[in-house]
């Protein structure tokens, strides 16, 4: 009886389908390589402490963005500009589940724009918010830009 019970069991653990872990793939450059980005081709999101997006060009002045606006207007700057880079500041108060949905956003880009042109490759980065982000958010500090 206990060689069955065994028998079932190995049966069972050898024939049930185990859950792998998700992981999201992401490839980072080598550390002593920078990459130089021209300011025009620079797309900077922020996300506070709420969870509030925003989002400027190059110098100007980050404005608000409602988070379901974000896949358009990321697919607008992409088309208008081929090199764009996105650089994404995330707040250490704001949840997690924001960073998750802004990289959905991003790879769901990345899919319409490679039906276009296959060999389109959407490029980001994460960076710290700072205090100095902040500051633009609120109007406190002004874009060294002037704008």
Same mark, same amino acid.
């Given at each position: 009886?206990?060689?069955?019970?065994?028998?079932?069991?190995?049966?069972?653990?050898?024939?049930?389908?185990?859950?792998?872990?998700?992981?999201?793939?992401?490839?980072?450059?080598?550390?002593?390589?920078?990459?130089?980005?021209?300011?025009?081709?620079?797309?900077?999101?922020?996300?506070?402490s709420?969870?509030?997006?925003?989002?400027?060009?190059?110098?100007?002045?980050? $404005?608000?963005? @409602?988070a379901? #606006?974000? =896949?358009?207007?990321?697919?607008?700057?992409?088309? +208008?500009?081929?090199? &764009?880079?996105?650089?994404?500041?995330?707040?250490?108060?704001?949840?997690?589940?924001?960073?998750?949905?802004?990289?959905?956003?991003?790879?769901?880009?990345?899919?319409?724009?490679? $039906?276009?042109? @296959?060999?389109f #490759?959407? =490029?980001?980065?994460?960076?710290?918010?700072?205090? +100095?982000?902040?500051? &633009?958010?609120t109007?406190?500090?002004?874009p060294?830009?002037?704008?």
């Amino acid at each position: 009886m206990v060689d069955i019970a065994f028998l079932l069991l190995i049966f069972y653990m050898v024939t049930t389908i185990f859950s792998l872990p998700q992981a999201m793939e992401i490839n980072l450059p080598p550390e002593d390589q920078p990459v130089p980005i021209a300011e025009s081709n620079l797309f900077t999101l922020r996300v506070d402490s709420e969870g509030k997006m925003y989002w400027n060009m190059g110098v100007e002045k980050p $404005e608000p963005m @409602p988070a379901d #606006s974000l =896949r358009p207007i990321l697919l607008r700057k992409n088309q +208008e500009k081929p090199k &764009l880079v996105t650089l994404i500041k995330i707040s250490k108060d704001a949840k997690y589940y924001k960073m998750i949905d802004i990289v959905d956003d991003i790879q769901l880009v990345e899919k319409q724009m490679k $039906e276009k042109n @296959p060999n389109f #490759s959407y =490029r980001f980065s994460f960076a710290p918010y700072t205090d +100095e982000d902040e500051g &633009l958010i609120t109007g406190k500090l002004q874009p060294k830009g002037g704008k």
